[in-house]
C-alpha cells in the first residue's frame, strides 16, 4: 500500500496562500490521493482529490507532479477558519477500499 | 447531505467491560470503517465494511471486533475494553464508484475512555 509522508506543522499569514507538500512516492497508477482536514473535536472534512490531473474547486486546488510522487494542497487565502491538520491519503484503487491515513501536518493561520 | 452518525460522543466505561460503538449513515453506502485517533498517531484504521456481513481488517484490528447486519449500521465492539483502548473512535462511510473515485464521510468521533 502506498503511503505519504507530510511535515509535521507549518504555520501561515492569514490572507497568504498556504501550500502544504506531500510525499507519496510508491503511489500506483491507479490511487487516487484524497486530501482531508481536521478541525479540532470535529471528524475529518473531505477537500478534494485527484488522480494526475490537478485539480481545484471552492476550497483548495490540488496541484499532483507529473511523476506523481507527489502532491500540494494549495489554499489560496487562508483564514483564521483554516486552521487545522491536513491529511493527504492515498487510497487503494479498484479493488481497495481502505482509506489510510498518516499523522498529517497541522496547519496554524496567523493573524 | 449525507450523514454519519455515531450514537455517542463520550462514553466512560470500565476495564473488562463489553462496549458497542454504534453508527448509522443514512446514504446507502456499501463502505463502512472505523478509525481510532491518538495524539502524534494520526487515524488509524481498525476495520472495514464493504457490504452487509463483509469485513476486513485494518492497521490495528486487535482487541476489537465489527458487526454489519444491516447495510446502514456498522458495529465497533470491545470484547473486554482495556485502558488502552482509551481513544477518539471516528467511523466513515463511502459510496461505491468506477475506480473507487468517491469520498469518505465522517461522522463526529466518539471519545471513549475506559478507566
Known amino acids: 500500500d502506498a503511503k505519504t509522508t507530510q511535515p509535521p506543522s507549518m504555520d501561515c499569514a492569514e490572507g497568504r496562500a498556504a501550500n502544504l507538500p506531500c510525499n507519496h512516492s510508491t503511489i500506483s497508477g491507479n490511487e487516487y490521493v484524497y486530501w482531508y482536514r481536521q478541525i479540532h473535536s470535529q471528524g475529518p472534512q473531505y477537500i478534494i482529490h485527484?488522480?494526475?490531473n490537478n485539480e481545484t474547486n471552492e476550497m483548495a486546488s490540488l496541484i499532483i507532479t507529473e511523476d506523481r510522487k507527489s502532491s500540494t494542497l494549495i489554499l489560496p487565502h487562508a483564514t483564521l477558519r483554516d486552521t487545522a491538520v491536513y491529511y493527504c491519503?492515498?487510497?487503494?484503487?479498484?479493488?481497495?477500499?481502505?482509506?489510510?491515513f498518516g499523522t498529517g501536518t497541522s496547519l496554524t493561520v496567523i493573524p | 447531505d449525507v450523514k454519519v452518525t455515531q450514537s455517542s460522543r463520550y462514553l466512560v466505561k470500565r476495564t473488562g467491560e463489553k462496549v458497542f460503538l454504534e453508527c448509522v449513515q443514512d446514504m446507502d453506502h456499501e463502505n463502512m470503517f472505523w478509525y481510532r485517533q491518538d495524539p502524534g498517531l494520526g487515524l488509524r484504521l481498525i476495520y472495514f465494511?464493504?457490504?452487509?456481513?463483509?469485513?476486513e481488517k485494518g492497521d490495528i484490528p486487535e482487541g476489537y471486533s465489527v458487526s454489519r447486519e444491516k447495510k446502514e449500521r456498522f458495529s465497533l465492539i470491545l470484547e473486554s475494553a482495556s485502558t488502552n483502548q482509551t481513544s477518539m473512535y471516528l467511523c466513515?462511510?463511502?459510496?461505491?464508484?468506477?475506480?473507487?473515485?468517491?469520498?469518505?464521510?465522517f461522522g463526529q468521533g466518539t471519545r471513549l475512555t475506559v478507566v
Open positions: 485527484g488522480l494526475k
Open positions: 491519503i492515498v487510497r487503494v484503487g479498484y479493488s481497495g477500499n481502505q482509506f489510510y
Open positions: 465494511s464493504y457490504d452487509v456481513k463483509m469485513k
Open positions: 466513515a462511510s463511502r459510496p461505491p464508484g468506477a475506480r473507487g473515485n468517491t469520498e469518505a464521510f
